[in-house]
């Protein structure tokens, strides 16, 4: 059972079925959601949910103490969902989660690895994509996501 009845942009089930890699560790699938998790929840935009878990949630993510994959299973139920934003998230994700952030986390990938799965759960990786992500947030405060 859901424990919302909102919106649901992604949910780490849906990428750890028949195609994902034997050899790897499920919670492979939950880092590209995790990536985009922990930086709204830096930047603000993250929900009451989120926060009412843990306080300093922030600031164990900007440390490194925590990722955003343990905080996607831990308190969202490998679920990315409305709840997990402020009104604020919820629209950014509603415009740019589906539609875009798939795309600019595999620009990011390395070529070389076979699957976007095996992408590491780094802070290299992590400062990549809190680059394209801060600068997609400002294009959509401005109107221009998704612009030409």
Not at 60 to 87: I, K, P, Q, Y
Request: net charge negative.
């Amino acid at each position: 059972m859901d424990r919302h009845d909102g919106v649901t942009y992604d949910d780490a089930s849906w990428h750890t079925g028949s195609d994902f890699p034997e050899e790897l560790d499920t919670h492979a699938g939950r880092t590209h959601i995790g990536m985009f998790l922990a930086w709204a929840i830096e930047r603000g935009l993250g929900g009451e949910l989120v926060h009412e878990s843990q306080p300093g949630l922030a600031d164990s993510l900007r440390a490194g103490t925590l990722t955003g994959a343990e905080v996607l299973r831990d308190t969202c139920d490998d679920t990315l969902s409305d709840d997990c934003f402020s009104e604020t998230g919820r629209a950014f994700a509603g415009d740019y989660y589906e539609e875009h952030y798939l795309d600019d986390y595999v620009a990011l990938s390395d070529d070389r690895l076979p699957t976007i799965y095996h992408e590491p759960n780094s802070p290299e990786k992590y400062a990549r994509i809190c680059a394209v992500l801060d600068r997609r947030f400002a294009e959509w405060r401005r109107g221009e996501l998704g612009a030409a």
